[in-house]
């Protein structure tokens, strides 16, 4: 027999939220939302637990080795929790919603679960939102996207904002252009994904990729690193062209750096052209992420789609969206306008049940203030 | 955490040694207390402003500089093996610290040892991860006994009959009655800096590897000349 349970014992990686961070986490997701519905983005809702073939398949598919599985009494066929919202809501826009007018922009947000936490994070279960343009990932709509996650991170107060473009088939594209082997390909993949110099420099075409490693950082200044390089593919030329567009229409802000990686693809294996990471002052890791991919249909065909997801756990963690609301004590008995007048003035008022010393009552309830009748007192 | 300086990570023992010299040559000299073996302290400050040092055992570099404690390190690739961790970058092979992991059995076993006939094999090391992966891939299951040292003990004292190591001269392992019958991997040290520190400020933190890579560069032309 197992030992017995202590009540409070939850399993790894998973945890309650308590005040004032389970308001902060409501708060930043209240105003992420309204920002993605102020710019048209419409909320979808999908259910925590589908077939788990819906999951595993399509775009975003869910590694199966994230998946927390269990079998449907009822159909008697496998089910399994989400571990990513972007696969269903892709789903969704390539069924319920295929008939509605492209491009199609929707947002989401929820709770997703994995079966393991990341090395970073022990994690489980966490808060996912985000946003998908459906229909189009040409350089406007990942500006558009681009766009709105950086401005929802700048309106969180965040101290500085970073974006990290990547190119994720540029690097296969430059291969083939030079005519290398889809061995040689990988092996190049892999010594640009680790930045290991020395490996990179002994490959063929090795003042191509170590241009390309050595032009991670800012926009551009890569641009220009990358057409200077002799032997330079023009696909090179055209991506960091359309790339330096794009990052011409974003938001300015002094808190904001926007840089491009264009030798690095790992981590997005189901983007197409472009993926980007976002990256938050005092915020371990990555703060979200996003980028181009491609939804396939029911009938067998694609569509192109660009998105964003970013994780709220991390940015509470790191203490944003912890507002100190004043909470005011109201004594028993007291006139309801007092009350309505308080919250009407941004107090969180909290009432006594009975009768007392309204002080004791207050400091009891965590409040910082007290109604004595007449005026508002501190505890 | 967030740092506003840059924190180097450095192993104890016998990398930093060879780590010195390096640091010394690319212009960063750590305070004296950091070569005192008896100073206590954890974290030292260097003659650049803004970068301080942290003295660690080796596995922990990776650690801290995978969460972004610690934003730039120096690790063997043993460590960045057994832990695959993304959010590390391994830009500069110092070439320091050279070795291979290994796998040893008692010489007698190696007379009558079938390797192709395995289907399970029980072994002892540092390195579960590197370990159990490199068996699975030819089909063998390896069961790991985690050890933090002196792993040639266990094949003696009949805690199993098999161990992976790192192998430098060999020594050990011959006096101890055990051949190195597989090179898993060569290994060396690396420079290494967090993913997320790469990305968002590269411009403190890449004229550091440049100079670790240029140093590197001068050495290894010096050894072919």
Known sequence: MSEPLSLGLLPEGLRDVLPPQAEAEARLLRDLLDHLRAHGYERVGTPLIEFEASLTSGFGAARAADLFRLTDPISQRPLAVRSDITGQIARVAATRMAHFARPLRLSYAGPVLRIKGSQLRADRQFSQAGAELIGTDSAAAVAEVAGLAIKGLLDLGLEAVGVDFVLPDLI??????????????????????????????????????????????????????????????????????????????????????????????????????????????????????????????????????????????????????????????????????????LRAEGWATVAALEAGDIQAQAKDQRCTHYWDGKTIQPV | MVNDGIVMALPKGRILKEVMPMLHAVGIHPEAAFTDESSRALRFSTNVPGLSIIRVRSFDVATFVAFGAAHIGVAGNDVLMEFDYAEIYAPVDLGIGRCRLSVAEPVELTAHDDPKSWSHVRIATKYPGITRRHFAARGVQAECIKLNGAMELAPSLGLCRRIVDLVSTGRTLVENGLAEVEVIAEISSRLIVNRAAYKTRGQELMPWVERFRLLVEERNNAAAA
């Open chain 1, 172 to 341: 296969g594209r430059v291969g083939i252009a030079l005519g290398m082997t889809q061995a040689e390909i990988a092996a190049a993949a892999e010594a640009l994904d680790a930045k290991d110099i020395a490996t990179v420099a002994a490959l063929p075409h090795a003042t191509v990729f170590s241009a390309l490693l050595k032009a991670a950082g800012e926009v551009p200044s890569a641009k220009a690193l990358l057409a200077a390089t002799e032997g330079m593919p023009a696909i090179v030329g055209d991506r960091m062209g359309t790339l330096a567009e794009l990052v011409a229409v974003l938001p300015v802000d002094p808190r904001l750096s926007l840089t491009v990686d264009p030798g690095e693809t790992r981590g997005f294996g189901y983007q197409t052209w472009i993926g980007f990471s976002l990256f938050a002052k005092g915020i371990r890791g990555e703060v979200g992420r996003g980028g181009a991919y491609v939804i396939r249909r029911p009938d067998g065909s694609e569509e192109p789609a660009v998105g964003f997801s970013l994780y709220l756990d991390g940015l509470v963690e790191a203490g944003r969206g912890v507002e100190v609301r004043r909470r005011i004590m109201v004594p028993y008995g007291a006139n309801s306008d007092v009350g309505t007048w």
